[in-house]
């Protein structure tokens, strides 16, 4: 038993390897199947809702045969798990001694048991998971592009080439005359960081005969956080932004104007972010209802997702309804002294006396926009 733990390692060694790539050629074959339905799609005239659904059925054969594969990664946690559980055991096998243990089925989930599968007494009369609401599937943080800087402090500089950007410009020069000189301007500009923050408070009888809410009240107030960050950092954006209005009628060529719009002050748009109502728009619309060639601007990624000309559609419910924001979100930064930090507390105000616990959710930011013309937005 000398080579036992080498002989371990390049086991479950080898069962990863194959598991990530029989992976790998699934996401290779996925995204030739995607891109010939959308070359299909094209050429029938089919509505992007339509192509969408036959994308997913295509990623949730995918995920079908991930979940085959996966069965070789669980028996691995398994073993993990198992070999943690007996170690001393294990050791006793490398010494020369009979012990042994024991590794569950890789498919024992399949006929669960309180009695086979779980150690302790079941809690009864009601269920341990809450219903709660939706959560918000793309926070501002997410949108492509956006990036969170930390600041060691509250306070951060940064250096904008401001309007006019600079004064002269090149000319040719004539023999004897002097070269044309050009000054660049330069504009300081502070952001100064925010506490954004809130509580709850519950009782210490409540966390213990609730014993969910240990955790449902921390994952709540983190939403109510960044739901409360993407109302602050897309009022800023719009009041940091130009408004733009297109001449096109469908919301579809109205996207490629915005682009056009953005291109044209050589900025390279990162994400086109609208609402759900835009977006369903758009999932409806027919290549023959608008005057691009084909319809080739308008596509379903492998992950199925709309992509216009190559960038991605987010939807982002934080905002008004109606509106579109399309640039290079690169010059979006959020400025961030400390992050969304929840704690709990018992010594706040007249908690030990009530027997009450205080919840704190909290994070020091700031939105910085490096650029005003880094894009534009629109109300349709």
Same mark, same amino acid.
């Not at 000398?2 to 029989?22: A, H, P, T, Y």
């Not at 213990?208 to 960044?226: A, I, M």
């Not at 056009?260 to 023959?288: C, E, F, H, Q």
């Given at each position: 038993?000398?080579?036992?733990?080498q002989?371990?390692?390049?086991g479950?060694?080898?069962v990863?390897?194959q /598991? #990530?790539e &029989?992976f790998? $050629?699934?996401?290779k074959?996925?995204a030739? &199947?995607?891109?010939e339905?959308?070359?299909?799609?094209?050429k029938?005239?089919?509505?992007?809702?339509?192509?969408?659904e036959?994308?997913n059925q295509?990623?949730?054969?995918?995920g079908?045969l991930?979940?085959?594969?996966?069965?070789?990664?669980?028996f691995?946690?398994?073993?993990?798990?198992?070999?943690?559980k007996?170690?001393?055991r294990? &050791?006793?096998?490398?010494k020369?001694?009979?012990?042994s243990?024991?590794?569950?089925?890789a498919?024992?989930f399949?006929?669960?048991?309180?009695a086979?599968n779980?150690? !302790?007494?079941? +809690?009864?009369?009601?269920?341990?998971? %809450?219903?709660i609401?939706?959560?918000?599937?793309v926070?501002?943080r997410? @949108? %492509?592009? +956006?990036?969170?800087i %930390?600041?060691?402090?509250?306070?951060?500089?940064?250096y904008?080439?401001?309007?006019?950007?600079n004064?002269g410009?090149?000319?040719?020069?004539?023999? !004897?005359?002097?070269?044309?000189?050009i000054?660049?301007?330069?504009?300081?500009?502070?952001v100064? *960081?925010?506490?954004?923050a !809130?509580f709850?408070?519950?009782?210490n009888?409540?966390?213990?005969?609730?014993p969910?809410?240990?955790?449902?009240?921390p994952?709540e107030?983190?939403?109510?956080?960044?739901?409360?960050?993407d109302?602050?950092?897309?009022n800023?954006?719009?009041?940091?932004?130009?408004?733009y209005?297109a001449?096109?009628? /469908?919301?579809?060529e109205?996207?490629?104007?915005?682009?056009?719009? *953005?291109?044209?002050?050589?900025y390279? %748009?990162?994400?086109?972010v609208?609402?759900a109502?835009?977006w369903?728009?758009?999932m409806n619309t #027919?290549?023959?209802?608008y005057?691009?060639?084909?319809?080739?601007a308008l596509s379903?990624?492998? $992950?199925?997702? @709309?992509?216009v000309?190559g960038?991605?559609v987010?939807v982002?419910?934080?905002?008004?309804s109606?509106?579109?924001?399309?640039?290079?979100?690169?010059?979006? #930064? @959020?400025?961030?002294a400390?992050?969304?930090e /929840?704690r709990?507390?018992? &010594?706040?105000?007249?908690?030990?006396?009530k027997?009450?616990?205080?919840?704190?959710?909290?994070?020091?930011?700031?939105?910085?926009?490096?650029?005003s013309?880094?894009g534009?937005?629109a109300?349709?």
């Amino acid at each position: 038993m000398e080579n036992f733990d080498q002989i371990l390692k390049d086991g479950l060694k080898n069962v990863e390897s194959q /598991v #990530k790539e &029989q992976f790998a $050629e699934l996401d290779k074959k996925t995204a030739a &199947q995607v891109a010939e339905l959308n070359e299909d799609a094209t050429k029938k005239g089919q509505t992007l809702a339509e192509l969408s659904e036959k994308v997913n059925q295509v990623i949730a054969n995918q995920g079908k045969l991930k979940a085959e594969s996966e069965a070789n990664l669980d028996f691995k946690a398994q073993f993990a798990e198992a070999l943690e559980k007996n170690f001393d055991r294990v &050791q006793g096998v490398r010494k020369g001694s009979d012990a042994s243990f024991s590794l569950k089925s890789a498919d024992f989930f399949k006929d669960a048991t309180l009695a086979g599968n779980l150690t !302790g007494s079941a +809690v009864a009369g009601y269920s341990l998971t %809450p219903a709660i609401r939706g959560r918000r599937m793309v926070h501002f943080r997410d @949108i %492509p592009g +956006v990036e969170v800087i %930390p600041s060691a402090t509250g306070i951060w500089k940064f250096y904008r080439n401001a309007p006019p950007a600079n004064t002269g410009s090149f000319g040719t020069q004539t023999e !004897g005359s002097a070269k044309a000189i050009i000054d660049y301007n330069w504009q300081e500009v502070t952001v100064t *960081v925010n506490t954004e923050a !809130g509580f709850a408070r519950v009782s210490n009888q409540m966390l213990r005969d609730l014993p969910f809410l240990q955790s449902f009240l921390p994952g709540e107030l983190r939403e109510d956080y960044l739901r409360h960050e993407d109302n602050r950092f897309v009022n800023a954006l719009m009041a940091a932004t130009s408004a733009y209005s297109a001449s096109a009628s /469908v919301y579809a060529e109205r996207l490629i104007e915005y682009m056009g719009a *953005v291109m044209a002050r050589d900025y390279s %748009p990162t994400a086109i972010v609208t609402t759900a109502g835009n977006w369903t728009a758009l999932m409806n619309t #027919k290549p023959g209802d608008y005057s691009l060639p084909g319809g080739a601007a308008l596509s379903i990624t492998a $992950e199925g997702n @709309i992509a216009v000309a190559g960038v991605p559609v987010v939807v982002f419910n934080g905002m008004t309804s109606g509106r579109t924001f399309v640039g290079d979100f690169s010059k979006v #930064k @959020i400025i961030q002294a400390n992050a969304l930090e /929840v704690r709990f507390f018992e &010594q706040d105000s007249d908690n030990v006396q009530k027997n009450m616990v205080t919840v704190r959710a909290e994070a020091d930011v700031a939105l910085a926009v490096l650029r005003s013309d880094w894009g534009i937005y629109a109300i349709s």
